[in-house]
């Protein structure tokens, strides 16, 4: 689950780190009124509009049909109204979300961080993850922020610094005086990044992260390091232990049909093919993938349905499928080890009557406990149900079908 960037950086100020403030405003009028907020708190007319989607590039980005940017400086409340205005209810497109873009539903009003001072501000690197080749947490932190970082490690490797966190002791404090050397950093901001660095660490422990990234993370012309930008991925797995943090889902942000899918208890991920997968298992649903590949075909989504694939979920499970108009065959492969192939079978019957007229062909591979009893049950439904028991032979069939 992905957070905003305004929900990333209030948790990693609840575990100790600065950052830079802001107001979320969803119209125009907040957007204003946040902006006199944040005057009366700092001191200044200047603020940063920043549009609130999951996807990076904001900056760099454009609301679709016009030259507004994600990402805008205002330097006073008129500004601040025209640019929520254009952002708002916009598409923003940037190199992260395709042409589609995503809808901006809100805005941050931020405080202007890159004020004058004794030195120049810089922009740095950070993040965090798991480098599951060495099964420990990495940080990875670069003198380059501010950029894409794929970019710096492509064409300056020597400036990408990686920190590998042992999980017997954790985060030492060593490492974290390593981090900031590397990063050019003393006096004062030595020290405070030392402290932000434990404070990332915190957070990404204590909130299950899978990923944690802050570009820019600046050290001010006053030598204070703040979280200018921040991005956080939590593991949807640890979401139970964490109630407080799944209330910060935005369903708006994700894919209608997935959500479904979710509230339906199905595994399901949207791709850009045109075979439909349902299979029991993500190993098998891997291996599906593959052969609708070798079979000149390219999977439509990834859709696991679990040990208990009855005729509700299977029902389910086709219905979603086929709101993609891209699907012009479906792959059923179920291994009968738990579940007995011909209640899959029995499933996949009842599912097709109920829905009546599917459009497309439907191919079911059933191996394992009573496969031969339900190949039987689908070749004698008399429904337009192509059966098969051996992978090949269903790959073959998927073939045909796109033919």
């Known amino acids: 689950m992905n957070l905003h ?16 403030e802001g107001i979320v405003a969803t119209t125009p009028a907040e957007a204003v009124a946040a902006a006199e907020q944040m005057k009366t708190l700092y001191n200044s007319d200047w603020v940063v509009v920043k549009s609130q989607i999951h996807a990076g590039g904001r900056g760099k980005g454009k609301i679709a049909g016009t030259e ?38 809100k805005v941050l009003i931020a405080q202007d961080v890159y004020y004058p001072g004794e030195s120049d ?67 004062n901001a030595f020290k405070e990044m030392t402290k932000f660095i434990k404070a990332v660490y915190k957070t990404y422990i204590n909130s299950d992260a899978s990923m944690i990234e802050i570009n820019p993370c600046l050290k001010t012309s006053d ?11 939590l593991d949807d797995n640890a979401l139970y232990r964490h109630p407080d943090l799944l209330a910060l889902r935005d369903l708006n942000e994700e894919d209608p049909t997935e959500v479904e899918a979710s509230n339906a208890e199905l595994n399901y ?20 993938m593959d052969i609708i590949k070798l079979s000149g075909g390219e999977p439509a989504n990834f859709l696991d ?19 993609d108009p891209h699907v012009k065959a479906i792959l059923v492969n179920i291994f009968g080890g738990i ?30 406990t009573n496969a031969v009893e339900a190949k ?11 059966s098969a028991i051996q992978l090949k032979e269903a790959a073959e069939q998927v073939k045909v079908a796109l033919a």
């Open 223 to 233: 030598n204070k390091i703040i979280a200018v930008d921040g991005k956080i991925s």
């Open 121 to 187: 501000p810089k922009e740095l690197y950070i993040s965090i993850l798991l480098d599951r080749g060495t099964g420990r947490n990495v940080f990875i932190y670069s003198t380059e922020g501010g950029m894409d970082i794929e970019e710096v490690a492509a064409h300056t490797p020597e400036k990408v610094h990686k920190e590998y966190v042992d999980p017997k002791v954790g985060l030492q404090d060593f490492q974290c005086r390593k981090m900031a050397f590397n990063l050019g950093l003393n006096g």
């Open 376 to 386: 039987k049950l689908i070749d004698e439904s008399g429904l337009k149900v192509l």
């Open 5 to 20: 960037e305004y929900q990333a950086k209030e948790l990693m100020k609840k575990n100790g780190a600065s950052i830079q």
């Open 305 to 323: 349905v679990g040990g208990t694939a009855n005729a509700e979920r299977v029902e389910k499970a086709f219905r979603i499928i086929l709101k």
């Open 269 to 288: 991920v949207k791709l850009d093919g045109n075979v439909g997968c349902m299979v029991n298992g993500a190993g098998l649903a891997m291996a599906t």
């Open 339 to 368: 579940v007995r192939c011909d209640r899959v079978a029995q499933g996949i019957v009842d599912a097709y009557k109920s829905i009546g007229n599917i459009p497309v062909p439907i191919i079911v591979r059933l191996q394992g």
């Open 68 to 105: 507004q940017n994600g990402v805008a400086l205002a330097k006073n409340h008129d500004k601040v109204r025209e640019i929520a205005t254009n952002l708002l209810g916009g598409t923003l497109v940037t190199i992260q979300t395709g042409p589609a873009g995503r809808v901006v539903n």
